[in-house]
């Protein structure tokens, strides 16, 4: 029985160091695409530009609107958004990945 135990507590160690390593290189690559493509506009911090440029951090559209925000970074946006109880009516162009 205790070797049973220990065997489940290894297989779980390991099966959640893999996780954490998956999660740790997805951060990665969204960091490099945010470096990219974003940070011009939202900036380093995601607080973007006051009635320009929207915030990312903290953001309710985000939270909110998760599928319009997935669209926006595919095929852009243009029009006005409230983000945050402030309007942006700005354009956000689509972004080509490799």
Not at 12 to 41: H, M, P, W
Not at 55 to 60: E, H, I, M, V
């Amino acid at each position: 029985m205790k070797i049973f135990f220990l065997s489940l507590i290894a297989t779980v160690s390991l099966s959640c160091n893999s996780q954490n390593n998956d999660l740790k290189a997805s951060i990665d690559r969204g960091s490099e695409i945010y470096t990219d493509f974003c940070i011009s506009c939202h900036l380093p911090n995601g607080t973007g530009v006051k009635k320009i440029y929207p915030p990312l951090a903290n953001s309710d559209y985000l939270l909110k609107n998760r599928e319009a925000s997935i669209k926006a970074i595919k095929f852009g946006l243009n029009g006005e958004i409230i983000v945050n109880n402030e309007k942006y009516n700005n354009v956000m162009k689509f972004f080509r990945f490799k």
